[in-house]
């Protein structure tokens, strides 16, 4: 059993910076992507950034030159550094695992991150 929880979310200014990490426990195996996603009321999910087990990084356009994601494995944990914050950025962030031969999903409960003055 794969379990995700996130922690770091909260209330920011613009302009501000937050982390968020999310803890792995269970059974990972050696290959794997593990992601960053974010959901805003009304909208649908959508990738925010992703690492793969060789930290190889994707990031989604709109945070690019922004937010950095990172992975400690020796701790089972991955990292979202978010700088520059804006108002749109306001969403429900959620860690996600992808690992094994059919890519398996799994998902954390999810942080709430609010841009706002």
């Known amino acids: 059993q794969v379990q995700l929880v996130e922690s770091g979310g909260g209330l920011v200014q613009p302009g501000g910076s937050l982390r968020l990490s999310c803890v792995v426990s269970?059974?990972?195996?050696?290959?794997?992507?593990m992601g960053w996603y974010r959901q805003a009321p009304g909208k649908e999910r959508e990738l925010v950034a992703s690492i793969t087990s060789r930290t190889s990084t994707n990031y989604a356009d709109s945070v690019k030159g922004r937010f950095t994601i990172s992975r400690d494995n020796d701790k089972n944990t991955l990292y979202l550094q978010m700088h520059s914050l804006k108002p749109e950025d306001t969403a429900v962030y959620y860690c996600?695992?992808?690992?094994?031969?059919?890519?398996?999903?799994?998902w954390g409960q999810g942080t709430q991150v609010t841009v706002s003055s």
């Open positions: 996600n695992l992808k690992q094994g031969r059919t890519w398996n999903n799994y």
């Open positions: 269970g059974s990972i195996l050696e290959i794997n992507i």
